[in-house]
Each structure stands twice: as structure tokens, then as C-alpha cells.
């Protein structure tokens, strides 16, 4: 009996399951490693951030994932060092695992970079419990606004913000300003939703800069007709509980949020790569490592350049799914001893949201903004929420926050619950 | 102009909720004060506890319920002392709220009777957080099992002890045993759910003691019908991370959960009223408080006598509500200078549910168990739930788990979520 080849895979994002579900019917057996239980459907995150849907709306057990791929397994632990001279994976909770083929698809972190002070007071959103906590500080902030007394303070409760001016930035700010006008407007009664104020910061010349010019502008002129204030050029250089600084003007903001800025996170010990400013590995062109071809890296941990590019892909799901898909295939012509391909990324094109009916979609040389872009927004968003039953729980969710103006998932959770001293 | 009389309720639990909801006609002004922000449906917290709700689908904001009750305003707050002299509340984070009136309705919390130290290692189920914890043990409980290579340590973590035959240790036991045995079997490769043990410890002589025998027997035969082993005049002795005691027995686990015991969740300061052992204020015939008849104090909060009886009416969501509609009317009466009334408490049944299809219903005379009593339990369940949107997703969700057999809300979340060293 010939012994099967081990293939591990660390990390069960958009990457890490392509190319864990890739492999189904290849005589490998696969072991995906997470820290988490959970695949996240990392670009709703935002919506629950805003309280309009549940965590586990946007989440699902990897395990459920690969219940029917008898060929995978999956272990909850964490990858603390790879051995790549013995080519095992030494877990934390678990003896180590030994491998043929491994991928690491372990994915990004927020980054502050350098100014680590700034996480504890300018959340950034990459995770459930990231998620959590801002929709906390949000609604706590309007709680806090309507019991104070002093208008001062008060309007400084109502400000909220959103450094950074990505798709992610563009979707904070202008959820920030629905939520102040429409969800909570009625509910209060010492407050004026009209008092809120929503400040997006990028530091660049424009926003959504990834998308053509004439994109920025609509999306800048959305926002601005939601109440939303853009600024660029606007270079942070301070944040403390009370607000940020922008050079010498004071912005005093009950609730600062971060948006600007990701970074590879934090690769296991030993892997021994070569990594660019933000911590991604240099990899070949055919994902792997230059010292290891049986190590490969892919979606957000790598940084990968296409010939004659300057700028290594951008880090959104559609690379990791791609270099997934492309990987197994590697995998499948190292066993049977065929030569290595070139990976080649298929942009489809990108898109952002920005509120209730908006959105901006650029596909090539077609730019949608307005409704249209955002109903193709809505459609490729639910067509790609992995699990049928979260589809169908989140549309839903979304037909009822429209027809209603209502969010479902309102909750203040952890453990301070009333905001004293916010 | 005529001052209108401010009405402050502290507490946003079921019978907080309706004395304020009773008093929306009235020329009163309402204040309901809570620590919380939302609204919580305890009698379906199990199922957020055991992944198949989301917490948003039994918590709602108390700003919406009250959203458009004109004479009704919410603060997120928490109510440090009660100034009875000069007839205010004293709040952490606001200025002092006068009263004319004062309904205190703060409800229970879990007691360990005296063993403060088995809080860490026995959660209760009383609050949103408490049911994300445990639901966070029992998942982990099988994940750590899964990478266990020792099979005394993996039979350990499946196995899982729930002390206390009321109704909640009741339900926690049931869906345990059908978490184990359908939701998660097929997702395992490493464990068998055949070997997932389930115990639930009563100390007194038979569990639901608060229904007729032969519930409480049918309940016992349903139970070990799908696994549970049920232990009557089972005293824990000790609890610790490995298991419990039971006198000299050792019964090792890696799950222990605690449904034996509540009491009054503790009262402001300054309400200097007489309490029983458990906490609760021994209020009068009309709910008020002895000495200050401008208090009341309501559902979980009070030990309400009804004449000759020896124990106090039991702590559940009907006499809440009921007493919180009562002195609404009492508040009325006051106003008109009309004399207090005695209340009367209607018990309407109660009921619990065992697990997929099984439940106990009594209502006086009418016994029912089995799958007519469960679809009574969900009928009741769903009637009562008060956000009618939320009351949609819950079928929703209760639909999809009962048919699929699969949970919507498996999320490990929280700072440890490979749940090393657990």
C-alpha cells in the first residue's frame, strides 16, 4: 500500500479552504490548522460591526465545511514553530504534525504601524471579536451621548472617526451615518441623530484609490450626501481617548476607528522566509518558497509579484481563493512528478459599498456606481457566503434592515456594558 | 400645567418591561433604567448557550421596545443607591433620577451558595455572556478532545456534568446529548460521540421537583432515553478543573455547568429593605416595600407570600410580568387616591423542554409530554418572544437546526479559542 502524502495547511480562511477542498479527491490526506473554530466571511465583517448582522451570520465551523471531505481534517490549535528540516508543524496544544506538502495561509492583521498605543483607543476590524467590540463602542457612544448632560461633551460623544479611506473605511463611515439617521433616530429622546458627525481621514490624495479616478469622486460625493465629511490628505498623528490630532488641529471623537492599514499576521517561528515591509513572504512564482518547494504561501501572508509588476497582488479573497485552487494543482504535479506552473491572477474586478442602495463596482473598463453597482454588490456578496443556511439567514437580515430601517443584532455585550468612563 | 408624576423602574427584564408598557396611557413619566442595553428572552438562553441561536435572535434593544411609547425614556445605567429620603436614584455615569414612584424589577443571578470558587469552573446560564462562555467550554470540549492523543484525557473532556434537575439543568443536559450525538458527529474524525457522557446531578430526591411525579419520572425516562445518566440525592461536594466530588466519588469531566442555584441579583444600596435568604425583598400584599410605599419591587427581585402559603411565589417570567402589570395599576390607583389592592398571582403552567421533540407541559390538570408537549413549549416560546422580527429568525433557526441537524451559531469566541490547557 503506497503511504499517503501529508499535506498541511495553516490557517482556514478564503485560501487556506480552497486549496484544502481542491485537494478532495487527491490520494492526500489534509489537516487544516486554525487558532479558530470558525471561517470567517471576512468582507461582511463591517455589518456586523454596524450591528446588522450576527457573528455566526457571517461565520461558519470549518469543520462543518469539510464534514463530507473524508480526505481533511481539521485541528483547532495554533501553529507556533515550523520544522522545516524534520517537516513537521509544532502545535501548541497538540503533538506535532509532519508534512510533505505545507501551506501557510495564515492571513493579515490589523496594522498600526508602529504606533502600537493606538490600538487600545482605534479598534481596527479584522475578526469577530474586533467586530464586536467596535459595534460596542458605537452604540455606547449614543448611549453615553443621550444620559449627558453637558453639550460639549455630548457632541463629542456623536463623533465618531474612521481613519483610513479603503473599501473598508468607506463602509465603516458611511454605516456609521445610516446607523445615526435612520436606525436610531426614533429611539432616543435627548439626542439629535442630526448631531452626529462621521469623519473619514485618508492620509492619500484620494479615496478607494485601488479604483479608477472618476469612482473616488462618486463615492466621495455618496458619502458627502450622507453627511459623511471626507478628508485627504489628512495625516493622523495622534490618538488618545479624547480624539486625534491632524498635525496641530484637535479633533475631539468619542469613538476613533482604524482602517488604514494591514500587515501579514505574524508567521510561525522557523519558516524562515523572506519577508517585504508588511511582513508578507516573497514568494516564487509558483507560490512556493525559494528555500522550500514543498512550503507554500498564499492570500494575504504572501507577497506575490506578478512579472514586471511593482506592486505585489492586493490582499482580497479572489488572489487567496485563486492561488488556493492553483496550489492544489502544484501539489497534484509534484506527486506525479510534472514540473511547476507560473501562477497568473484573473482580476474579476473590485467593489465597494458605501450605504443603503450604494456602492461602487469597477470590472475592467466598466464602472458602476448607485444602485446597480450595489445589486450586483448584494448578489456576489450572498452568492459567495460559503455555507447555503448563513446565505439564507443573512438575506434575510438584509431584507428586513432595508424594509425597516432596523438592525437585528443591537447588543452591547463584554464586560463594560454601560460605558462609565467612555 | 399639572407636574407629571416621574415613574423610574430599574430594570429592563420582563417585569420591568411591563409595568412600563402598563403605564404608556398614563400622565406619568417613565424611566427605565438598566445596566444593559437590551432586552433578554431567558427562557430560550440554553439555546444560545448550546449554539443554536444567535445571541441577537433573544435579545432585543429596550430603546426599541420602547421606541415609540411617548412617555417612556431608556438609560443605559447602572443604579448605584437609592436615596429613599429624598426619593432619587443615584447613578454610576448620570445624574440623579428623582422619583415620584420607584419599581425596582433587577431580577436574579446565579448562586453557588456560598462557594464563590466554583464560579470559574461551573458557569451559570443567567446572562448573554454566560451562555457565549459555555458555549465556548462545550465547543472546546470536543475540540480538545478530537487532538487528544490519550484516551483517559479524551474520554475526560467528553465528559460533561450539569448540576441542578431544574428545568435549565434539565435542557442544558438534553441538548448536550443531541449536540453530541447528531450536530457534531459527523464533523469528528478522531472521536467517537458515542463516548461523549452526559450526567445530571440532583440533590434533592427527583428532578423538575416542581412538577407532578410523573413528569418529573417521564422527563427521567426521556433523559436516559437519549443518554443522560440522571443522579437524584447527588450532593457536589467539590468542584475543581478536573471534575467534581460527590462526597468520596470521583467523577472526572472537562465540562461543568451549573444550573442548582439563584438568588435576587444584588439591590442597589440604600434600599434598606427586609430580604430572605436568597436575597429577594420581602415585599407587601401590593408589592411595595414595608416602610416606603412609593416602592415596589417586582418578579425575581421580591418574595412575594401569597396568604398562607410557606413559600414565596417561584421566580419565573408570568409572575414578573404579572406583578409588573399589577403595579402599573397600583401606580394609577396611588395617583387617583384610590387603596392599594392585593395581588393575585395566575398560574397559567409551566413547562420544559428535554430535548428534539420532548417536552413536559402542565398546566393544573393537564399532564402532556412527549412531542405534543414540545410543540406547546415552542408554540408559547415563540408567542412570548417580543420582537417580531427576532420571533422570525427564531423559527427560522429552529426550522433549519431540526431539520438539517446542524446548529447556526457554533462559534468558539473570546480571547482562548483553542482553549489550551482546558
Chains 1, 2 share one sequence.
Not at 487544516?32 to 446588522?52: E, I, K, S, T
Not at 465629511?229 to 490618538?239: F, G, H, L, N, Q
Request: aromatic share 8%; charged share 25%; net charge positive.
Amino acid at each position: 500500500m503506497k503511504l499517503r502524502k501529508q499535506v498541511v495547511v495553516i490557517g482556514g480562511g478564503f485560501g487556506g479552504l480552497a486549496v484544502t477542498r481542491a485537494l478532495a479527491r487527491e490520494a492526500v490526506q489534509v489537516t487544516l490548522v486554525d487558532r479558530r473554530n470558525h471561517h470567517l466571511f471576512q468582507p461582511l465583517l463591517y455589518q456586523v460591526a454596524m450591528a446588522g448582522l450576527s457573528p455566526a451570520e457571517i461565520a461558519v465551523p470549518i469543520r462543518s465545511v469539510l464534514r463530507k471531505q473524508n480526505n481533511a481534517r481539521v485541528l483547532l490549535a495554533e501553529a507556533s514553530r515550523i520544522d522545516l528540516a524534520a517537516r513537521q508543524v509544532v502545535l501548541r496544544e497538540a503533538p506535532p504534525l509532519p508534512y510533505h506538502y505545507l501551506v501557510v495561509a495564515t492571513g493579515s492583521c490589523t496594522s498600526y504601524f508602529g504606533h502600537e498605543d493606538w490600538r487600545q483607543v482605534a479598534p481596527g476590524l479584522k475578526d469577530i471579536e474586533d467586530a464586536v467590540e467596535i459595534r460596542r463602542r458605537v452604540l455606547l457612544a449614543f448611549e453615553a451621548a443621550e444620559r449627558e448632560p453637558d453639550p460639549e461633551a455630548r457632541l463629542r460623544y456623536l463623533t465618531f472617526v474612521v481613519i483610513g479611506g479603503g473599501p473598508t473605511g468607506v463602509e465603516l463611515a458611511g454605516a456609521i451615518a445610516e446607523l445615526a439617521s435612520y436606525v436610531l433616530a426614533r429611539d432616543f429622546r435627548a439626542i439629535n441623530p442630526e448631531d452626529t458627525r462621521v469623519l473619514l481621514l485618508e492620509g492619500g490624495a484620494r479615496i478607494l484609490n485601488t479604483f479608477a479616478p472618476q469612482l473616488s469622486d462618486r463615492t466621495l460625493r455618496s458619502l458627502a450626501g450622507m453627511g459623511v465629511e471626507v478628508r485627504t490628505d489628512a495625516k493622523v498623528t495622534r490618538i488618545d481617548r479624547e480624539g486625534i490630532f491632524l498635525g496641530n488641529e484637535r479633533i475631539m471623537a468619542g469613538t476613533v476607528l482604524w482602517a488604514a492599514g494591514v500587515a501579514a499576521s505574524p508567521l510561525p517561528d522557523g519558516l524562515n522566509a523572506p519577508v517585504d515591509r508588511a511582513g508578507r513572504v516573497l514568494v516564487e512564482r509558483d507560490c512556493s518558497l525559494p528555500s522550500n518547494p514543498e512550503v507554500f504561501c498564499i492570500g494575504d501572508a504572501a507577497a506575490f509579484f506578478t512579472e514586471n509588476d511593482t506592486a505585489p497582488l492586493p490582499g482580497v479573497s479572489p488572489v487567496a481563493m485563486q492561488q488556493g485552487r492553483f496550489v492544489a494543482r502544484q501539489i497534484r504535479r509534484r506527486i506525479d512528478a510534472r514540473p511547476s506552473e507560473t501562477f497568473v491572477y484573473h482580476d474579476k474586478g473590485s467593489m465597494a459599498t458605501i450605504g443603503r442602495s450604494r456602492a461602487v463596482v469597477e470590472i475592467g473598463q466598466v464602472h458602476l456606481s448607485g444602485f446597480i453597482a450595489w445589486l450586483v454588490w448584494l448578489l456576489v456578496h450572498i452568492y459567495y457566503l460559503i455555507d447555503f443556511s448563513n446565505r439564507v439567514f443573512v438575506i434575510i437580515s438584509w431584507a428586513w434592515s432595508y424594509l425597516t430601517y432596523r438592525r437585528g443584532a443591537r447588543l452591547i455585550t463584554g464586560r463594560d456594558r454601560t460605558g462609565e468612563g467612555t
